[in-house]
């Protein structure tokens, strides 16, 4: 069985920095594409980064371009993502998904039915 477990959430105050994880269980990372989206209260969800299957392309939304790094680390199964320079705008609860199609672009990570979903963690960015 496919499980995505987010964790390294929290309260970060503006211009500082959090890591988040997406560990997985029951299929390796590198054979999936990894997407990282974002939702806050009272807003859509958005889709901000994701890292392919196979290749390990990657593609940023414009939101967080310059600020967020994506990466994979297979031999401990999980994606990460780097938020730098975090702003009030970046609080939300952020979720993992993955789907078995390589391939990551804006299209595709908003038009792909990502299979499996993470719980989500929340980043809170105060003063």
């Known amino acids: 069985q496919l499980q995505l477990v987010e964790s390294g959430g929290g309260l970060v105050q503006p211009g500082g920095s959090l890591r988040v994880s997406c560990a997985a269980s029951?299929?390796?990372?590198?054979?999936?594409?990894i997407g990282w989206f974002r939702q806050a209260p009272g807003k859509e969800r958005e889709g901000i980064s994701c890292?392919?299957?196979?290749?390990?392309?990657?593609y940023y939304a414009d939101s967080v371009k310059g600020r967020f790094t994506i990466s994979r680390d297979n031999a401990k199964n999980t994606v990460y993502l780097q938020m730098n320079s975090l702003e009030p705008e970046d609080t939300a609860v952020y979720y993992c998904?993955?789907?078995?199609?390589?391939?990551?672009?804006?299209?595709?990570?908003?038009?792909?039915?990502?299979?499996?979903w993470g719980q989500g963690t929340q980043v809170t960015v105060s003063s």
């Open positions: 998904a993955a789907d078995s199609i390589y391939g990551c672009s804006d299209y595709l990570l908003n038009n792909r039915d990502f299979g499996s």
């Open positions: 890292i392919s299957g196979g290749d390990g392309s990657t």
């Open positions: 029951g299929f390796s990372l590198d054979y999936y594409t």
